[in-house]
């Protein structure tokens, strides 16, 4: 395998093109591993639902948006998101974060914007495609600051 067609894949997800016409007609998605909201927040934890990811595939649109929910309450604003993108599943200890938080992917990409849907352009002339994503929250706390909750992983299958 050529080692430069992963990153070549990746960065044709995230490039910013008009919509292209894929030859992908539907998507499944199969989830990896579980997020985590581990901080206390004061009177209550951050992000007490869990943070997660949806992906929603437009075969006319040739793209794929990801976005990550995440719920912000008790004066706890939520001002980035973050999404890893890859090609390969890990299992990746990120204890600064919190005991039980954990990377599910080998990343290739990391995106960042104001907590807004990620949307990413399918390369055409692509028969299927399967990539792994993973989100994180960045909130930040009135009482105890910085924190950080992430997201299960998603497998993304186009064919």
């Not at 104001?114 to 495609?129: H, R």
Request: glycine residues 8%; proline residues 10%; negative net charge.
């Amino acid at each position: 395998m050529n080692p430069s067609l992963p990153l070549s894949l990746v960065l044709g997800l995230t490039a910013a093109s008009l919509p292209a016409q894929t030859q992908f007609t539907s998507q499944t998605t199969q989830s990896l591993g579980d997020g985590c909201n581990t901080m206390p927040t004061g009177t209550c934890r951050m992000l007490s639902l869990p943070t997660s990811l949806v992906a929603q595939f437009d075969a006319s649109s040739g793209t794929v948006t990801v976005t990550v929910n995440s719920y912000a309450f008790c004066g706890v604003v939520v001002p980035v998101t973050v999404l890893a993108l890859g090609l390969q599943p890990a299992n990746v200890p990120l204890p600064v974060f919190g005991p039980s938080c954990m990377l599910y992917l080998h990343p290739l990409a990391v995106l960042a914007n104001a907590n807004e849907p990620f949307v990413l352009a399918l390369p055409p002339g692509v028969p299927s495609l399967t990539f792994l994503a993973q989100g994180a929250a960045l909130g930040i706390d009135p009482v105890v600051g910085f924190v950080v909750t992430t997201s299960d992983a998603l497998a993304i299958s186009l064919q």
